[in-house]
Each structure stands twice: as C-alpha cells, then as structure tokens.
C-alpha cells in the first residue's frame, strides 16, 4: 500500500503545505547559496501559523512513526540492510534539543538512537575523529540521530583554534568520503542545519538565565561564541560550500519558529523514508496454518 501524508482536518482551508520531495527541494542548500541571507523567520513550504503547523506536524509524525515502523521491521524480519541518519548542527539555541524531544521522542524508542557529540572525552580525543562517529552510527532498521556531529571536528576545532588549519582543513574532504561510504553502505543521511537570527538567540539565552529549569541548558562559552557571530557564519558558510553535495546535500532549516523546523524535519525524513517504498515484511509462516493452530491452543479453555 502506498502511504502518504494524511489530510490534515485541522489545517485552515488557507493554508497550503509543500509535499516531502518540494520541502527537500526548498530546503536543499547549493553550494555558492548565500548563508547569512537566507531568512530564518521565513516557513518555506508553509502557508499557515503556529497552531496550523502544530497540527500538520502531529499528522505527519504519525505518517513517520508507520514509516519507521516499517523500516523496523523490514530490517529485523526481511532482512532489509537500511537506515537513516539525522544529523543536526546550529548555533546555540537553534533548536537541536528541541527536534530530539519533540520530533525523535514522539517515535519508538525501539528504532531509535540517539547520540549528542560534546567534547571528546580523552579516548575519543587520541583516536581518528571519525572513530566515535562510526561507532554510533545507526543499526539497520534504524533511525540515527546526531545531535551536533563529525562537523565539529572543523567548526569548533576551527572557531576555538584546538588544532591547525592543516588538519580541519582536510576533513572536509575525509567527510565527503566517509558520507558518500555510508550511503553506498545503505545509510540515508538527512543533515540539517538549523538557523536562527541574532535577535531570536539573544531571547532564548535571555530565556535560559532568567529560568532556574533552564539554566542546564546555558553554558557561558555560548555568549564567547555569541560574541563572534561573523566569524561563525563564515565557518558555516564554508562547511555548507563544501559538503553539500548531489549524494548528501545540506538542508538549511530556517529556526527561529520552533513549530517551522520541527514540521520541515519531519518533512525531510518522511521523503527519506519515501523513497524506500517500503512494504510490511512477509511473514516466515502460513498465517492459516498458525491460525488454525491458535484454535486447537484455545480448547484447553473451554468449558
Ligand atoms: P549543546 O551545546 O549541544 O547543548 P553541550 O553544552 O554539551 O551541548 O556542548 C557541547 C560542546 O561540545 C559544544 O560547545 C561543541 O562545540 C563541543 N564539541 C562537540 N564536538 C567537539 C569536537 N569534536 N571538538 C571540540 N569540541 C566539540
């Protein structure tokens, strides 16, 4: 049965949304595209306000949950040898936690892993950087997600000078192979890059000093970085011209409206998850045999 997004009762008769393949179309980053102008209050894709997006991204995540489910069990039951990669990178604030809690936490747990890059611990550290990457990247059936990632082997050893350019230099170049690799392998990544303005970071930083729930959330390196606002854009703008490519582009999400990204990344993934055209696996057995065997089980139950 060919599964696609559900209509969407609650959305307004005004409000248009993007197909998944338009979204992706949209939201695809081409090398050379200008970084800092791109606007991150924009919806691309969507015509409606927060509650419409609300409610078109609680439809599409149940469309999503079924099309994880069938990744799940074409890989445990059919031997399906495929899974997806999320891979989300952005300022702070952009909302990388906020997609992980809200769009990742409303699947299974069971076809999902998540992992959070910080800074590598001192094993992690004296190993190829790739190393921690590979090994978490997500068993078949799966769907991985990467909050921050192999991306920060250039961006932060770049921004806070842990290393020379000689060597951040090169892993554009060993993480366009090392992608290509796992898509070759079967992984789909879908990498999305979340944007929001100086303005709107400046309310969620402000947000998370003046709350005492949100003060695990503030580190006072975000206001060092913050401060240096140029000189990041430039970093991104370099990671964007460099490692966009045909076989793994960069989807640029415009964040500073929360319900904007969370309904576009939902999107993405659902168009993934598409282009699988994945069936329920077939069983290893006559389901009227086993049937007829449940039967004969209940008479010891009878009267
Ligand atoms: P987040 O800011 O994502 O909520 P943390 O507060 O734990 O999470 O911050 C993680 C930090 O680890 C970030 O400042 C990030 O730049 C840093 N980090 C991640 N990967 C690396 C790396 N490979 N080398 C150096 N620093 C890294």
Known sequence: MELQPAETPPLADNVDQ??????????????????SAIDTAATPGFSGEKQDGRAAQQVDTELLSDLQERLYANANVGGLRKSVLLVLQGRDTAGKGGVVKHVVGALSPHGVQVSAFGVPNAEEASRPFLWRINRALPRWGNIGVFDRSHYEDILAVRMH????????LDRYEDINSFEDTQVDSGIHIVKCMLTVSPEEQAKRLENRLRRVDKHWKFNPTDIDDRARWADYTQA?????????????PWYVIPADRKWYSRWAIVRLLIHQL?????????GHFDPDAELKRL???NRQFED
């Open 161 to 168: 000078e842990l290393e020379p350019p000689s060597v951040w």
């Open 236 to 248: 991104y703008q370099d990671v964007l011209d460099r490692t966009s490519t045909d076989l793994v």
């Open 295 to 297: 039967e004969e089980t």
């Open 274 to 282: 598409q282009q699988l055209n994945l069936d329920w696996p077939l």
């Open 18 to 35: 993007a197909s998944p393949a338009e979204v992706a179309e949209l939201l695809r980053f081409a090398p050379g595209d200008d970084f």
